[in-house]
């Protein structure tokens, strides 16, 4: 029998980071034939057709049902993590049963598994990535539970060590090395002519993510020094230009020409690429001539990696500045393409400038992120600068020195054949498992839609109050749901507002999840002798209440008397001698008659007093033709 391997990360099939690491680490595993895997790629529907183009089974993380799918989007918190996996992983391990289970996200994205009761039961390897001190407080609580704790960066695992989790050790991302190389000479120069970039232009290329941890305005600035001693530089940047940094506003700032800004158009028609300067998205191709099909590409579609390859073949030197990153797998591929890379020598970035790596450590000065207090790094423009001039200068053969040793090291410590053999090894020595997944239950923890929550003058305290007090959820400050409130508060949105819409989820979530078994809430011998008084309102009225419970007791000796009310009011109750069992308020107990067993229901209670109701409402004075009216008790009842 093959050992079957459960990996949760981004599809093979996705143009990010770890989306390129399944496709890498997940083709080699497949090509030994000695496990059967499945991938459960996060962000898909579980079903998605475009997933069976792999060749081992992929399956998505979100429910095929577009209502269930409605439900989760409710709560942006809810929807995140289980975009992430968090919605069906008991599903999928109880269907799957691995033998080995692997997680590959931000720490945020996988911890939830960690508690699981199945998590050490099976072979479990958290493989993440940490990019910034101190390190997360969650990744460091959960440290001792993780037997098999690896960290994309050496960065963070000496972080951890240092707080005494020896046992964590740095595993990188891997890379398909033999997709990324120096191409010859009159390759690289037929290249340049296809993109309109002549021979004598200096090419300083940054391949990325466009979002706020790059540094790009660094980057202008550092880069507008430069063009002011070698005019022929232009700025290649291959990213997105539809979200993050709007680099032309930058670039006016800093005095930048747009013209000398080139980035990578991508067609969707004939998947072919064009590098020229930005004109807008949905452009006509001009390769094939389709309309609207080119535009800058993105983690939904993007070059091949062939081409990508060709892409940093333009580049004379690779530029980094970042304000930390998990890995930055773009660094690694320019280091396979031979070119000098400047990389921010911080978080990951500290290990890709050690001695051999073929990279020039850039300056940068520290500074605390707001709201997170992580340390982050602002790379130096002036370092930028004299580095990229550093580089400019340097003899030829130096610079094939440094690349020949740049490809090299990123071979001995990032390929996928020796990051693939540390997971084969992994999987080999890992034991069949006979782990009961019959017994594996979806995990749903209870929400306090009445708890109690203190007006904090903070907002952020506040909101994550509310996550933590009404929804039972240690949500923090990264979460899309945390990040999507604190804009509402922003937009002026009222408290009681966001308060009350958390407290109807935490009410939904409780009736689906929990709904409310009588039988299991009273005694089995008092059957037929059971008196409910239901009060779920406000301490004043329970308090106002309990007057009555004498005279209910003495009008009904040989009945108990059970009180339902909202749990936040049972410290009211809890010594009153009259009282037998208190109850915990549904909405469906505003039905008396089918608590007393009225048609085909059956009885629960002989008498159901239910003050708080108005008679138009419902009928309270039935009872089962048992209640007695008698003037001289204060209950009438």
């Given at each position: 029998?093959?050992?079957?391997?459960?990996?949760?990360?981004?599809?093979?099939?996705a143009?990010?980071?770890?989306?390129?690491?399944?496709?890498?680490?997940?083709?080699?595993?497949?090509?030994?034939?000695?496990?059967?895997?499945?991938?459960?790629?996060?962000?898909?529907?579980?079903?998605?057709p475009?997933?069976?183009?792999?060749?081992?089974?992929?399956?998505?993380?979100?429910?095929?049902?577009?209502?269930?799918q409605?439900?989760?989007?409710?709560?942006?918190?809810?929807?995140?993590?289980?975009?992430?996996?968090?919605?069906?992983?008991?599903?999928?391990?109880k269907?799957?049963?691995?033998?080995?289970?692997?997680?590959?996200?931000?720490?945020?994205?996988?911890?939830?598994?960690?508690?699981?009761?199945?998590?050490?039961?099976?072979?479990?390897?958290?493989?993440?990535?940490?990019?910034?001190?101190?390190?997360?407080?969650?990744?460091?609580?959960?440290?001792?539970?993780i037997?098999n704790?690896?960290?994309?960066?050496?960065?963070?695992?000496?972080?951890?060590?240092?707080?005494?989790?020896?046992?964590?050790?740095?595993?990188?991302?891997?890379?398909?090395?033999?997709?990324?190389?120096?191409?010859?000479?009159?390759?690289?120069?037929?290249?340049?002519?296809?993109?309109?970039?002549?021979?004598?232009?200096?090419?300083?290329?940054?391949?990325?993510?466009?979002?706020?941890?790059?540094?790009?305005?660094?980057?202008?600035?550092?880069?507008?020094?430069?063009?002011?001693?070698?005019?022929?530089?232009?700025?290649?940047?291959?990213?997105?230009?539809?979200?993050?940094?709007?680099?032309?506003?930058?670039?006016?700032?800093?005095?930048?020409?747009k013209?000398?800004?080139?980035?990578?158009?991508?067609?969707?028609?004939?998947?072919?690429?064009?590098?020229?300067?930005?004109?807008?998205?949905?452009?006509?191709?001009?390769?094939?001539?389709?309309?609207?099909?080119?535009?800058?590409?993105?983690?939904?579609?993007?070059?091949?990696e062939?081409?990508?390859?060709?892409?940093?073949?333009?580049?004379?030197?690779?530029?980094?500045?970042?304000?930390?990153?998990?890995?930055?797998?773009?660094?690694?591929?320019?280091?396979?393409?031979?070119?000098?890379?400047?990389?921010?020598?911080?978080s990951?970035?500290?290990?890709?400038?050690?001695?051999?790596?073929?990279?020039i450590?850039?300056?940068?000065?520290?500074?605390?992120?707001?709201?997170?207090?992580?340390?982050?790094?602002?790379?130096?423009?002036?370092?930028?600068?004299?580095?990229?001039?550093?580089?400019?200068?340097?003899?030829?053969?130096?610079l094939?020195?440094?690349?020949?040793?740049?490809?090299?090291?990123?071979?001995?410590g990032?390929?996928?054949?020796?990051?693939?053999?540390?997971?084969?090894?992994?999987?080999?020595?890992?034991?069949?498992?006979?782990?009961?997944?019959?017994?594996?239950?979806?995990?749903?923890?209870?929400?306090f839609?009445?708890?109690?929550?203190?007006?904090?003058?903070?907002?952020?305290?506040?909101?994550?109050?509310?996550?933590?007090?009404?929804?039972?959820?240690?949500?923090?400050?990264?979460?899309?749901?945390y990040?999507?409130?604190?804009?509402?508060?922003?937009?002026?949105?009222?408290?009681?507002?966001?308060?009350?819409?958390?407290?109807?989820?935490?009410?939904e979530?409780?009736?689906?999840?929990?709904?409310?078994?009588?039988?299991?809430?009273?005694?089995?011998?008092?059957?037929?002798?059971?008196?409910?008084?239901?009060?779920?309102?406000?301490?004043?009225?329970v308090?106002?209440?309990?007057?009555?419970?004498?005279?209910?007791?003495?009008?009904?000796?040989?009945?108990?008397?059970?009180?339902?009310?909202?749990?936040?009011?049972?410290?009211?109750?809890?010594?009153?001698?009259?009282?037998?069992?208190?109850?915990?308020?549904?909405?469906?107990?505003?039905?008396?008659?089918?608590?007393?067993?009225?048609?085909q229901?059956?009885?629960?209670?002989?008498?159901?007093?239910?003050?708080?109701?108005?008679?138009?409402?419902?009928?309270?004075?039935?009872?089962?033709?048992?209640?007695?009216?008698?003037?001289?008790?204060?209950?009438?009842?």
């Amino acid at each position: 029998m093959k050992k079957k391997v459960l990996f949760q990360s981004d599809s093979a099939l996705a143009k990010t980071g770890f989306g390129r690491n399944t496709k890498a680490l997940l083709s080699y595993l497949y090509k030994t034939g000695k496990y059967d895997i499945v991938s459960y790629c996060c962000g898909n529907a579980y079903s998605t057709p475009a997933l069976q183009r792999t060749p081992w089974k992929s399956i998505g993380t979100l429910p095929d049902d577009p209502n269930q799918q409605a439900q989760i989007g409710k709560d942006p918190g809810q929807a995140r993590m289980a975009s992430y996996g968090a919605y069906l992983i008991d599903q999928v391990i109880k269907q799957e049963k691995p033998d080995v289970y692997i997680a590959v996200q931000d720490i945020w994205g996988v911890d939830f598994a960690i508690d699981k009761p199945w998590f050490n039961e099976i072979s479990s390897v958290i493989w993440t990535t940490l990019d910034s001190l101190p390190i997360l407080p969650s990744a460091v609580e959960k440290a001792p539970k993780i037997k098999n704790y690896w960290i994309w960066s050496n960065f963070a695992t000496k972080a951890l060590h240092d707080k005494g989790h020896n046992h964590v050790k740095t595993v990188h991302g891997c890379l398909e090395t033999d997709n990324f190389y120096r191409l010859d000479d009159e390759k690289r120069k037929q290249l340049r002519a296809n993109n309109n970039i002549s021979d004598d232009d200096y090419i300083v290329g940054f391949v990325f993510r466009n979002q706020l941890r790059k540094s790009v305005p660094n980057l202008m600035e550092g880069f507008k020094k430069f063009q002011k001693d070698v005019p022929k530089a232009k700025l290649l940047l291959h990213t997105h230009w539809g979200e993050g940094w709007n680099i032309h506003k930058l670039a006016d700032e800093h005095g930048v020409n747009k013209d000398d800004i080139l980035t990578t158009y991508y067609c969707k028609s004939c998947y072919g690429y064009k590098v020229k300067p930005y004109v807008g998205q949905e452009q006509k191709c001009d390769l094939c001539g389709a309309e609207k099909s080119m535009g800058t590409t993105n983690v939904g579609g993007g070059v091949s990696e062939s081409q990508l390859n060709e892409i940093y073949n333009l580049m004379d030197v690779y530029c980094h500045p970042f304000t930390s990153g998990g890995q930055e797998i773009p660094i690694q591929e320019a280091k396979l393409t031979e070119l000098v890379t400047l990389v921010t020598d911080y978080s990951c970035g500290e290990e890709q400038c050690e001695e051999g790596s073929g990279s020039i450590a850039l300056e940068w000065s520290k500074y605390t992120e707001h709201q997170t207090e992580f340390i982050k790094a602002s790379t130096c423009p002036e370092s930028i600068y004299n580095n990229l001039l550093k580089v400019y200068h340097m003899p030829k053969e130096e610079l094939q020195a440094m690349g020949k040793m740049a490809r090299q090291w990123v071979i001995d410590g990032f390929s996928v054949e020796v990051i693939g053999k540390i997971f084969e090894d992994f999987i080999d020595n890992a034991p069949a498992t006979t782990y009961d997944f019959d017994e594996v239950k979806e995990e749903k923890k209870r929400n306090f839609p009445e708890a109690y929550v203190e007006n904090i003058p903070d907002d952020s305290e506040w909101v994550l109050s509310l996550y933590k007090k009404i929804l039972n959820n240690e949500n923090n400050i990264h979460d899309d749901g945390y990040k999507y409130w604190m804009k509402q508060i922003a937009n002026k949105t009222e408290r009681k507002n966001i308060e009350d819409y958390f407290r109807k989820v935490a009410k939904e979530h409780n009736e689906k999840h929990f709904p409310v078994k009588m039988e299991d809430l009273l005694d089995k011998d008092d059957n037929g002798k059971r008196v409910l008084f239901i009060m779920p309102g406000s301490k004043k009225d329970v308090f106002l209440s309990t007057s009555l419970f004498k005279s209910i007791k003495e009008k009904y000796p040989e009945y108990n008397l059970y009180i339902s009310t909202k749990p936040e009011n049972n410290s009211l109750l809890w010594a009153n001698e009259y009282v037998h069992k208190t109850i915990p308020y549904a909405e469906s107990f505003d039905n008396s008659l089918s608590l007393e067993g009225a048609g085909q229901a059956k009885e629960h209670f002989a008498i159901v007093f239910t003050p708080y109701l108005t008679t138009q409402k419902f009928s309270n004075y039935i009872h089962n033709m048992k209640d007695r009216i008698d003037k001289d008790y204060l209950c009438t009842f």
